[in-house]
Each structure stands twice: as structure tokens, then as C-alpha cells.
């Protein structure tokens, strides 16, 4: 079985200062996060499963027991979304997509503009909590949205970038008004790793 486990950020906790506040990504990797990891090693000890990465595991649910199978998408899903979540963000971001992501955002969507309207919409309109997504889905960009902790990949499609827009994500400083966090939080998006998984999964 595996144990699943809990990377460190790739930055310093006050690297996204003034979009993303310290004490939120204190709290955000090291509390929300690792209880995610903790939890999705309990649920599974025990169960007989090979080794696999966390998006194995979602991708099959269907070789978790049927008992089990709402945890391991709770905090499977939590430490898989969280994981994309901190890869998809570098300091002071990295502008806009290039080359033939731009291209095919552009052609999906109308404008870079226009895409970050629909991802924005999608994110606040989730209600309660859950994550807006920009996924390939078949070859064709498209922004959804998931509750909780369920993510694209449970579906069979591919996300490749993912904004948390649970209250633990933004409340320090956005209070209330998650749609002003989805407006700021393209200035930490990182781009270039969008970009990487697009080309890998087209
Ligand atoms: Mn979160």
C-alpha cells in the first residue's frame, strides 16, 4: 500500500504576498493539506491496493472498497486538488499563456480575457465549497466546476489548472467577497506549468 505524503512548497510561504496572505498558506498547506494526506492514509490502511500515485488511485475507484470509497474521494481528492493547487502558482505568476495554449484559449473561449470571465463565473458561482477548473476534456478546453473535494480526473478528464475556492483559501483576506480572490488570483498563476500539462495531455 502506499503512504501518501505531504510535499513542501516549491516557495515561501510569503512568496504570494499580497495575493495569497502567510497565514493563510500556514494554515492552507500545513493544516487543510496535511489532514487531507493524514486522512487518506487512515482510510486506507489495511486495504489492499498496489502502489500508485494519488491520480491513479481517482482515476480507479472502483479498486477501493465500496466503504471506503467516500473518504478516499474526500481527502484522495483533497490532497490531489491541493498538489495541483500549489504547482499551479509561482511568484508573481507568469503573465499569460503562450504559443498553443494561447492559441487554442483563444479559439475555446474568444479571448484570454473571455476565458478568465468564464473560469471566474465558474468559480463563484460553486456554491458552498469546491474548485473552478480549466480541464481537457476529449481534446477541447473547458472551465467546469466540483464540489468538495471531487475533481475532474474522477471523470476521466484532465485538469490543468485549479483554483480552491473553499473559504479556508481567501477568507484571511477576501472575507466574504470570493469573487474579488478569483479576480486577483491571476497574478500567481503559473502559466508555464499550465502549459506543460496541456502539452502532455493533448
Ligand atoms: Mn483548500
Known amino acids: 500500500m502506499t503512504t501518501y505524503k505531504l510535499d513542501d512548497l516549491a ?6 504576498v499580497p495575493t495569497i496572505d502567510e497565514e493563510t498558506m500556514h494554515l492552507h498547506h500545513d493544516k487543510h493539506h496535511q489532514a487531507y494526506v493524514n486522512n487518506l ?31 478516499v474521494i474526500n481527502n484522495g481528492g483533497g490532497h490531489f486538488n ?3 493547487f500549489w504547482e499551479s502558482m509561482t511568484p508573481g505568476g507568469s503573465n499569460e499563456p503562450q504559443g498553443d495554449l494561447a492559441n487554442e484559449i483563444n479559439k475555446a473561449f474568444g479571448s484570454f480575457d473571455e476565458f478568465k470571465a468564464a473560469f471566474e463565473a465558474k468559480g463563484a458561482g460553486q456554491f458552498g465549497s469546491g474548485w473552478a477548473w480549466l480541464v481537457l476534456d476529449n481534446g477541447e478546453l473547458k472551465v467546469t466546476s466540483t464540489a468538495n473535494q471531487d475533481n475532474p480526473v474522477m471523470d476521466g478528464v484532465t485538469p490543468l489548472l485549479g483554483n480552491d475556492v473553499w473559504e479556508h483559501a481567501y477568507y484571511l483576506t477576501y472575507k466574504n467577497v470570493r469573487p474579488d480572490y478569483l479576480k486577483a488570483w491571476w497574478k500567481v498563476v503559473n502559466w508555464d ?9 493533448k
Open 82 to 84: 491541493h498538489t495541483l
Open 11 to 16: 516557495y515561501a510561504y510569503d512568496a504570494l
Open 41 to 71: 492514509n487512515a482510510a486506507l490502511e489495511g486495504v489492499d491496493l498496489k502502489e500508485q500515485t494519488i491520480e491513479e488511485l481517482l482515476k480507479n475507484l472502483d479498486q477501493v472498497p465500496a466503504e471506503k470509497r467516500q473518504a
Open 193 to 201: 506549468v499550465v502549459a506543460e500539462r496541456y502539452s502532455a495531455a
